[in-house]
């Protein structure tokens, strides 16, 4: 505590002659009656059994369209999980695979180094067989496209 905050206790408990003395007991010490009758206990037991009822009912239905689409299952006989989901960020490292941070010389050579040849895509497939090298969009490319 304070300073301040002691002081202000200080005064307090002069004023009002001292601390109070409690020996930690109950005034009226009361014994606590059953709470919930057996009527309500049968309800609680009752929506307990409905809701294990309709996680059943989901188990199985996701098992039938398993089986129906030749999935493995997820659920065995007894309701337990066998397969593991991945469930998006699960046991991946920053959200993705497992990344590694490139250097400052790998970041200079892919600037400045020689550049990969890329695959082409369809479309740019058609275009590179136009004139010249089929592998690779030229200048002759374009200029044929441009004609046609």
Not at 8 to 25: A, E
Not at 48 to 73: C, I, R, W, Y
Not at 89 to 114: C, D, H, L, Y
Request: proline share 3%.
């Amino acid at each position: 505590m304070s300073g301040y905050v002691r002081a202000v206790n200080f005064v307090k408990n002069f004023l009002k002659g001292g601390k109070q003395k409690t020996t930690g007991q109950t005034i009226n010490p009361f014994e606590r009656t059953k709470m919930r009758s057996d009527r309500a206990a049968k309800i609680g037991e009752l929506k307990v059994a409905t809701q294990d009822v309709k996680g059943a009912k989901s188990k199985l239905d996701q098992t039938l369209f398993e089986a129906k689409h030749n999935m493995p299952f997820t659920f065995d006989k007894k309701g337990k999980r066998i397969t593991k989901s991945s469930g998006g960020r699960v046991s991946r490292k920053f959200g993705g695979g497992i990344m590694t941070k490139k250097s400052n010389v790998k970041k200079i050579q892919e600037a400045f180094g020689p550049k990969k040849n890329k695959k082409l895509s369809t479309k740019q497939m058609k275009i590179a067989k136009l004139a010249g090298n089929p592998n690779r969009i030229d200048a002759a490319d374009f200029a044929k496209l441009r004609k046609s």
